[in-house]
């Protein structure tokens, strides 16, 4: 285990699942004892209930599968993504057969701004909602979420949209190394949204690639680590590490980096990226926003800049949106996070849509640490928005849901045919986001984690304007 820093109470849970064995996972189940396990690496030394070693066997088992599948899974999304780029590129699959027999097949390039993932597929919107204009309540969350969405894009793609069709500024992207995995494992882009008065810099996480296992992994991880600064908080390892965790050293406010390294970290690398973009423009503000485990990492940016009394950019940091977001830290970690949101004023909006299972993970009962903090804007399949103080469903797996949950996936299936004829063709669903419906009908929860269903609920969402104005989240 590495040292940690002395912000670490030297408390930590951490899972190794490449080192567990099925007997190992097995005499698990049977034994409550921790110690000298060699998958597990904690500084606790407690017996532990059979529910709570159920809950680890669980997300050590699904670790395991996970890298089991890790390469099927990149070749299955590889392989999706150049065929739909072939047929886009080609003129659809007509255009594409005369091509083949022409011997003039265009072949997609994955670096280029035509290039679209899997989930852009799913959703090919890609402009923002024109009706909502800078002013407006919606605005941030509309742009936020639409930010979010091409964060799963490559480099030249979202610069594109952004600069063109945006017509805003593109101001850097990233790949942001993870010093555990010791490899590239965060994504994240800056733009500078000029139209708004005064300008608003959007930071926008990438979250879990539909067939990135390694994604997957870390939203099933239960591993945490507990820091003392934050009163002995207790924080989700997976994503702070994601976030520029080190190795170590844990959080030191200062590392040596150079900007031009190969190898970059993601907390580091953005707070001195905003120090400059906002030393440069006195009026301008920030906002933190990401899409499932971006939204993660979107929350837990503001508390590194809280742990190391970063008040200048705190004060500049006008909200937090996430889409879709996981649980990220125990209770002390929510006390923390609301007290000092509270006293820089920082607001925080935690979108939940429907049944979407993300935001219902890691598991929170009497047995497990991890709770969400502050209400949130909850849309059902209706898009009917409310302010709740937890989503309905916390755990998502109850067997009280399952019909419920069922039925309401067979609704959105059949809603994908209604919204375009009352919204427009900008509400039309594609067959790839309509296989993923039928999905949802086996494993309801899964189709309504889509960006789709996110960026609907910020351009077609009932709650008033006086909600959204006058409801600052995180101070209830």
Not at 173 to 196: C, E, G, H, P, V
Request: charged content about 25%.
């Amino acid at each position: 285990m590495a040292a940690f820093h002395e912000d670490f109470s030297g408390d930590y849970f951490l899972l190794n699942p490449e080192k567990a064995s099925l007997f190992d996972l097995l005499s698990l189940l049977l034994s409550h004892q921790m110690e000298n396990r060699r998958f597990i690496k904690s500084g606790e030394s407690q017996r532990r209930s059979f529910r709570d070693r159920w809950t680890i066997f669980v997300s050590v088992l699904v670790q395991k599968l996970l890298i089991w599948a890790t390469t099927p899974m990149a070749f299955i999304g590889d392989t999706i993504e150049l065929w739909l780029n072939l047929l886009s590129a080609n003129g659809g699959l007509y255009h594409l057969l005369i091509n083949l027999a022409k011997g003039e097949i265009e072949w997609p390039k994955r670096s280029s701004a035509t290039f679209t993932s899997c989930i852009g597929n799913a959703d090919i919107r890609s402009g923002l909602d024109p009706k909502i204009k800078a002013v407006d309540v919606k605005y941030k969350a509309s742009l936020s979420i639409m930010a979010s969405k091409i964060s799963y894009e490559n480099e030249a793609f979202i610069e594109a949209k952004v600069a063109q069709l945006w017509k805003m500024k593109f101001v850097k992207f990233y790949n942001f190394w993870n010093d555990y995995k010791k490899r590239d494992s965060t994504q994240a882009f800056i733009l500078q949204d000029t139209q708004a008065n005064p300008n608003l810099f959007v930071v926008a996480f990438r979250g879990t690639s539909p067939f990135d296992a390694n994604d997957w992994r870390t939203d099933a991880d239960l591993s945490w680590c507990q820091l003392k600064a934050m009163g002995n908080a207790r924080a989700h390892s997976g994503f702070m590490q994601a976030l520029g965790l080190q190795k170590n050293n844990g959080w030191p406010k200062d590392i040596e980096q150079d900007n031009n390294a190969q190898h970059q970290f993601a907390y580091y690398t953005l707070r001195e990226k905003l120090r400059e973009v906002l030393k440069e423009n006195d009026e301008a503000k920030f906002i933190l926003t990401g899409h499932s485990l971006g939204g993660a990492l979107a929350i837990l940016f503001p508390s590194v800049l809280m742990l190391h009394g970063e008040k200048w950019l705190l004060d500049r940091l006008d909200g937090v949106y996430t889409f879709g977001q996981p649980r990220v830290g125990d209770a002390l970690f929510g006390e923390y996070m609301k007290e000092n949101m509270k006293k820089f004023d920082v607001k925080y909006f935690r979108y939940v849509y429907s049944n979407d299972m993300v935001p219902r993970v890691p598991y929170d009962d009497k047995n497990t640490l991890f709770k969400h903090f502050g209400p949130c804007l909850f849309f059902n399949s209706f898009y009917v928005g409310k302010i709740l103080p937890e989503e309905p469903n916390k755990n998502y797996f109850s067997l009280l849901w399952v019909m419920p949950k069922m039925v309401n996936a067979v609704w959105e299936l059949i809603r994908g045919f209604i919204l375009p004829c009352i919204y427009g063709p900008d509400y039309k669903e594609g067959w790839l986001l309509r296989i993923l419906r039928v999905t949802g009908l086996l494993i309801p929860g899964l189709s309504a984690h889509s960006p789709q269903d996110y960026v609907n609920s910020a351009r077609l969402g009932t709650l008033s304007d006086h909600q959204l104005r006058e409801h600052e989240l995180i101070r209830d």
